[in-house]
């Protein structure tokens, strides 16, 4: 059977890095009891894969990895004998049983959400809801990135769906995080910082992932993005 986990990464584990939080994850599931799948062959390791991975110092509420297990009692029971082997900082979210034909999550992921608030005080910047707008109207968003064949010009603005203000003041946005056109909320935010003409150091705000989504549009259609628990 194959099973979606959503969980949330928060605290001090926003400074694991990905390869270890698949180690705590391979560990954990063994404390736990679950009767996960093994590959086959000379090294055998559990059948598990992550959605997208999250950079460090990122929170998250929105975090996905599937496994596949040859028995069960119910989701329920999965959830909570899992939460139970689970450190402060990570929390188990859902369990969900997933239909045999749907793509794995890394495979499934097509956008993410994020929200962008300052430590300490409000962000420095007069009028934000107004200046996220014009800044989302532009037409393009240029980026220069440093790739390993060179230098890659991109436009910001077609991975970037949706910005906004929150009602604490904080930026949200909906952004590309397909394996093809992954567009890291960091660099969106400084790109608006530089339309604004202020300046503000990644130490004085923090970046939550708030959900992880498929699209579920068909071809042709509009995006249609649903949380990966409900694909």
């Known amino acids: 059977m194959k099973i979606r986990i959503k969980f949330a990464k928060y605290g001090v584990m926003k400074f694991i890095g990905h390869l270890d939080m698949m180690r705590y994850f391979q560990k954990a599931v063994r404390r736990a009891g ?14 598990m894969s992550f959605a997208a991975p ?5 929170e998250s509420f929105g975090e996905y990895m599937d496994i596949e297990v040859l028995s069960m009692t119910s989701a329920e ?19 969900n049983v997933m239909p045999d034909h ?5 495979a ?9 608030a300052m430590k300490n005080r409000a962000f420095p910047i007069n009028e934000l809801d ?62 608006f910082c530089e339309f ?20 579920m549009a068909e071809e042709g259609e509009a995006h249609k993005f649903v949380p990966l628990s409900e694909v």
């Open 108 to 116: 499934s992921v097509a956008a993410a959400s994020y929200r962008i």
């Open 54 to 58: 999250l950079g460090v110092g990122i």
């Open 196 to 215: 604004t003409g202020v300046s503000i150091p990644q130490t004085a705000y923090q970046v939550t992932r708030l959900e992880t989504y498929a699209d």
């Open 77 to 95: 029971d999965m959830k909570q004998a899992l939460d139970r082997v689970m450190v402060e900082g990570v929390r188990i979210l859902s369990v």
């Open 130 to 191: 107004e200046k996220l707008r014009a800044f989302y109207a532009q037409e393009t968003i240029p980026y220069t990135k440093e790739t390993k064949k060179g230098i890659a010009e991109l436009d910001l603005k077609q991975g970037l769906y949706k910005i906004e203000a929150d009602e604490s003041g904080a930026v949200c946005m909906l952004v590309n995080a397909s394996s093809s056109g992954n567009i890291k909320p960091t660099v969106i935010f400084e790109k």
């Open 34 to 47: 679950i009767d996960i799948r093994y590959s086959e062959g000379f090294s055998p390791h559990q059948i």
């Open 102 to 106: 749907v793509k794995n999550a890394m």
